[in-house]
């Protein structure tokens, strides 16, 4: 009984520590728009490498750096790459996750990529103006971008 709740204990701080060790950062929504707008067009085409599905190809956004805010309120750039997730809270209090380099803003509305494994659920158009917070968080999943002629 006592080994039992030990292992409990252990595995509950393993998942608390792997948790915690993502860290979230802001980014105003004035800020992420004037961002986006210096890069109005997909420039590159990227892959994936995901260990279930192989190469996921899609189209990207060049920008190598995201300007975010930290917990404390300073400033930071954030390396971009295919893990970085953005998280959308809109006024309604609807949240959408979108991947970072996958998003567009086109006619003051936000696209994205919420999945690649079901491509159904990327059918979410949000108006730019009802959009009160963004989140930027790396999940440092297993992608990586990679140069590849296809």
Known sequence: MRQKLAI?????????????SCQVYTVSPESFKIQMLEYPVFTQLDSTDSLY??????YAYDME???????????????????IEARIFEN?????VFYFDTMELKNDTLTGIRSFLNPERN??????????????????????FVDEEF
């Open 123 to 144: 059918d979410v158009a949000i108006p730019y103006d009802s959009i009160q917070k963004i989140e930027i968080q790396n999940n440092k999943k297993k992608f990586y």
């Open 8 to 20: 409990k204990s252990l595995l509950l701080t393993a998942v608390i520590v792997g948790l915690s």
């Open 65 to 83: 750096y995201i300007f975010v805010k930290d917990k404390n309120g300073k400033s930071k750039f954030l390396q971009n790459n295919p893990t």
């Open 53 to 58: 599905l192989g190469p996921v190809y899609f």
């Open 92 to 96: 309604s209090g609807r949240k959408t």
